[in-house]
Every structure is written in structure tokens, then in C-alpha cells.
Nanobody, 121 residues
């Protein structure tokens, strides 16, 4: 069984910063892509940032220049550094990982439980 545990959310004023972490645990061979999504109530979950195992990254236009995704493959952990936060960044943030089980060539996606980020104006 694979578990993703997120941490680092909270309440911050506009212009402030937060750093989210997501650590994967369990029995698996490796992790390919690791991603951060966010979801506001009543809205669709949207991709915020992604990172390949090799470190290539992509960002939603709304967060480019403000958010940075990084990962530590040895710790099976992905981070999201969020700077210059805006009220519209308020959402529940989820991490997702593409996990390769032992003795398998396939990958399976797992989600974390989510962490609330609230940015006050």
C-alpha cells in the first residue's frame, strides 16, 4: 500500500509564502511524475505544477514565477514553494504521484489527503 502525506498548509496574508511537502511511503520500486493540484469548492481540480523524476517541471500560467516545485527522490518527497500568495490561491492542495510497484512495468496514481491553504487579503 502506498500513502502520500501532505503538510505545510495554513493561513497566510496576501504576499506571504508557504511551503507544502508531500512524502510517499510504502512498498514500491520508484516514483515517476509527482504533481500538485488544487481545488476550490464547486470548482474542478486543477493542475498547479508537475515534476518528472528527472526534474523537468511545468506550471499553470496562474502560478508561473511565484510557485516552485522540487523533489527529493531519495526521500520520495515533493515540495511546493509558494511565494507572493494571492487570495485566489486559496484552495485545498493535493499531491499526486505516479508510482511503479515492485516487479511491475506499469505505474499507478495515488493521491494525498489534501492540505488547506487560505490566503487572506
Amino acid at each position: 500500500q502506498v500513502q502520500l502525506v501532505e503538510s505545510g498548509g495554513g493561513l497566510v496574508q496576501a504576499g506571504g509564502s508557504l511551503r507544502l511537502s508531500c512524502a510517499a511511503s510504502g512498498s514500491f520500486s520508484s516514483i515517476n511524475a509527482m504533481e500538485w493540484y488544487r481545488q476550490d469548492p464547486g470548482k474542478q481540480r486543477e493542475l498547479v505544477a508537475s515534476s518528472t523524476r528527472g526534474g523537468s517541471t511545468n506550471y499553470a500560467d496562474s502560478v508561473k514565477g511565484r510557485f516552485t516545485i522540487s523533489r527529493d527522490n531519495a526521500k520520495n518527497t515533493v515540495y511546493l514553494q509558494m511565494n507572493s500568495l494571492k487570495p485566489e490561491d486559496t484552495a485545498v492542495y493535493y499531491c499526486r504521484a505516479a508510482v511503479v510497484p515492485r516487479s511491475s512495468a506499469l505505474q499507478y496514481y495515488y493521491w494525498g489527503q489534501g492540505t488547506q491553504v487560505t490566503v487572506s487579503s
